[in-house]
């Protein structure tokens, strides 16, 4: 007998031994580290046994048995470790760490057993038979320990079980149940250990052969259904670890296996018994989504099912279900198509607009060239009648004044519209400024009035006007814009409207508090009789190159840019606009602009002393003469230079023109002149540099003459641009003869200069 237990235990070691180095051949993992723990401290606990087979008296009993308890304390925790790590389930550190903490306060009992009554109470040793022997009555600390152990092994016992029940694939469920086996081996064992049940228990740790038998088995359990086979480990982790959730059914439907997303997708997959009523409508609605390719949306996000028939040798054996979230995708898809509409549609918006530009400039460019025609015919006219001095002459002089009143209509309608396209480039670049300073309330309202009342009549519509005269009428804010604002309502009122009339009202906000200093929300409302907006065109208007009811107004003129502007410069002034309308009956535009009161003074009757206002545009008058003075204009295009020529002309300055840089420069190194006046955009050598040239004769007469920037480069920033360049002024193209009048005596010798009166 003795000998057959000594045998046992070398078989028993060599077999842990022989698991120890097979564990380590196929490390990885935290399962193959606690397979190891358990393999080691059952390793320990077994050569510590032999050893104490081969003891005859109590002292070299107790070592031997010290070394065992070495393992045998790890035993019962690897195990639960090793088991709970196999059904999925993870220890908190805490609790592993307690554990071991625990062990070691038992070990330091066991090492001083013989000095302490907490693990053995009483301990005698005897031979029985070749058997040493050491009964023993266990104290506190024994009896803890021992229950501990039982604990391990009942837990393993519940998570086997709560596994096995989980499982869905057979081969794994084997597994399981070999697993079971080993623990149930190993409490019963523990029974028989700890009541005594059979004799041998008495003389011998029947528990070391316990652990024998349940290694065995879950050494089987290893190497019968790979337990420790990482491809197979790793190709679950990868499934598992898929955004797709995977299900797997048999030929009649029933669920074989699905992956950790679809558990989470479908919870009744787990309490589900295979072919469940709830399982077969899952499976459905997988098969109606995808003939119909209708997405299945679940908890609000969006999946695509797939499907793939399952074979093995050629025998179709189930289903393989697959269900990828695609939310992002679809969410992605529809984003996209909103940008597309919201690009479609301002690209539409740009087109017409572009479409509507072109009209728009061609007309005035068509009265422009048409007029001049007519001046040429005229002019031929005047030459033939020159001898006779007759009516016809003067006739033709009548002619010619009109048809130039036409072309300056048609060249200030043009640059309206350029003008237009260059504020609201300002605006949307975030470069309109607003320039702010004191006007008086009662020219704004008489220089609209003049406008307004003209355009008026000449469509038959009576222009009313309601003005509080007790508005106070020294203002302070930015004249220019508030006045485009006014003009353009009021300008697209006549223009939208055939008969009836167009008011104006012009109040401040009920409660204002007249005071100089304090903000006067300034209240201007503009009723027409015209066509009317229709309700969803409302929300329209204010886009920029939005026209409405193209049918209705495709004859009317206009780019759709005023109102877009409007509003903008309306909001800049820290005011709103609003619009009501009667579609057919006419529409009513509410301005609220807040100023400053800059003194209290009432407008009161603001067409008073102007008697109708001009209408007719006043005559030229040169505002000064100066014909000791040299002026040099430089530009490429002739016409320019016969523009400025021209303009020029009354004021008797003596004026020398270069088409070119080059030929500027040969100029200025011969002459002295007042100012130079020069084109940018040259060919060869432009303005920029024609100027650096002048700057650099420093032998020449002109290094320091004033040169202005004479430009049709009107864009945002320009006159900045040219300043920095070193241009002593600028001025755009096309130029008003006052501004360049106003410009030029700024830079000419103040003794050579005699100012008009009256100018
Ligand atoms: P437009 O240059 O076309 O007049 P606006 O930006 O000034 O551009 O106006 C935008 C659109 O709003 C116009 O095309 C017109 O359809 C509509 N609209 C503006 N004012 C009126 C009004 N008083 N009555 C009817 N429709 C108007």
Redesign the pocket.
Same mark, same amino acid.
């Given at each position: 007998m003795y000998e057959f237990v000594i045998f046992l235990l070398y078989i028993t070691i060599i077999g842990l031994f022989a698991v120890c180095v097979f564990t380590l051949t196929k490390w990885g993992g935290r399962l193959h580290t606690y397979l190891f723990f358990y393999c080691v401290s059952n390793l320990v606990y077994n050569i510590g046994y032999i050893n104490l087979l081969h003891t005859t008296d109590q002292v070299t009993y107790v070592n031997a048995l010290k070394l065992g308890y070495f393992g045998r304390l790890w035993v019962g925790l690897s195990m639960a470790l090793f088991i709970a790590e196999l059904c999925g389930k993870v220890f908190p550190v805490a609790v592993k760490a307690g554990a071991a903490i625990y062990n070691m306060i038992v070990y330091f009992f066991i090492l001083n057993l013989e000095h302490n009554r907490l693990y053995y109470k009483t301990m005698e040793f005897k031979m029985v038979g070749d058997f040493p022997t050491l009964p023993h009555s266990g104290g506190p600390i024994y009896y803890v320990y021992t229950s501990l152990n039982l604990l391990y092994a009942i837990l393993c016992i519940y998570l086997i079980v709560q596994a096995y029940i989980r499982e869905r694939n057979e081969t794994a469920k084997k597994r399981d149940l070999f697993l079971l086996l080993s623990i149930i081996a190993l409490v019963s064992t523990y029974v028989i250990y700890f009541f005594k049940l059979i004799y041998l228990a008495r003389i011998f740790d029947i528990m070391i052969v316990g652990y024998a038998v349940c290694t065995a088995f879950m050494l089987i359990a290893i190497v019968k259904y790979k337990m420790l086979d990482t491809t197979a480990a790793a190709k679950n982790y990868v499934v598992d670890e898929l955004s797709e959730g995977i299900i797997a059914v048999d030929r009649e439907n029933n669920v074989s296996y699905y992956n950790k997303p679809a558990q989470k997708l479908f919870p009744q997959l787990e309490a589900a018994k295979s072919s469940d009523e709830s399982i077969l409508k899952l499976l459905n609605d997988f098969d109606s989504s995808i003939s119909t390719g209708e997405p299945v949306r679940i908890n609000g996000r969006i999946y695509t099912p797939r499907i793939n028939p399952l074979t093995e040798d050629n025998t179709h054996i189930g289903t393989l279900y697959s269900l990828s979230d695609d939310t992002d995708h679809y969410r992605y898809m529809d984003e996209l198509r909103e940008q597309k509409q919201i690009a479609d549609s301002a690209n539409e918006a740009k087109s017409v607009f572009l479409a509507n530009m072109s009209h728009e400039i061609r007309t005035p460019i068509n009265a422009v060239l048409g007029f001049n025609e007519m001046i040429t015919r005229e002019c031929e006219k005047f030459k033939a009648a020159k001898e006779e001095k007759s009516s016809a002459v003067c006739e033709a002089f009548e002619n010619i004044g009109t048809f130039s009143g036409n072309i300056e209509g048609a060249g200030n309608n043009l640059l309206s519209i350029i003008n237009d396209i260059l504020d609201l480039s300002k605006i949307e670049a975030g470069k309109m400024e607003l320039v702010e300073g004191e006007y008086s309330l009662r020219s704004l309202l008489r220089d609209v009035d003049g406008m307004i009342s003209f355009r008026a009549s000449e469509k038959e519509l009576a222009f009313i006007t309601d003005v509080d005269e007790t508005l106070p009428d020294k203002l302070f804010g930015d004249l220019v814009r508030v006045r485009q604002v006014i003009t353009?309502i009021l300008t697209? @009122?006549v223009?939208?409207?055939d008969a009836g009339n167009v008011k104006l009202i012009v109040r401040a906000e009920e409660g204002s508090v007249i005071k100089a200093g304090e903000i006067l929300n300034l209240i201007v409302t503009v009723k027409?009789t015209?066509?009317?907006?229709r309700d969803e065109?409302i929300k329209k208007?204010f886009s920029s190159f939005?026209?409405?009811?193209l049918k209705r107004?495709s004859t009317?003129?206009?780019?759709?840019?005023?109102?877009?502007i @409007?509003d903008q410069l309306i909001s800049m002034m820290g005011g709103k606009i609003t619009v009501s309308?009667e579609y057919g009956s006419g529409?009513t535009?509410v301005i609220t602009i807040p100023q400053k009161i800059s003194s209290i003074e009432p407008v009161g009757d603001f067409k008073i002393n102007t008697g109708n206002v001009d209408k007719e545009k006043k005559p030229y008058k040169v505002s000064f003469k100066a014909s000791d003075s040299f002026v040099l204009v430089v530009d490429d295009s002739i016409v320019n230079l016969r523009v400025a020529k021209a303009l020029l002309r009354d004021t008797g300055l003596t004026i020398d023109t270069a088409d070119s840089g080059n030929k500027a420069l040969e100029l200025t190194l011969g002459k002295k002149y007042d100012v130079i006046l020069m084109d940018q955009r040259m060919p060869n050598m432009d303005g920029t540099e024609a100027l650096k040239n002048i700057r650099a004769q420093v032998e020449g007469p002109n290094s320091e003459t004033p040169v202005v920037c004479m430009t049709a480069d009107a864009i945002i920033g320009s006159r900045e641009k040219y300043i920095n360049a070193g241009f002593d002024d600028y001025l755009s193209k096309p130029v008003k003869s006052a501004e360049l009048e106003q410009t030029l005596i700024k830079y000419l010798p103040e003794d050579k200069i005699s100012r008009s009166t009256g100018s």
């Open positions: 353009n697209n @009122a223009k939208y409207t027409d015209g066509i009317g907006i065109d208007m939005e026209r409405l009811d107004n009317i003129e206009g780019t759709g840019l005023g109102l877009s @409007a309308s529409s535009f």
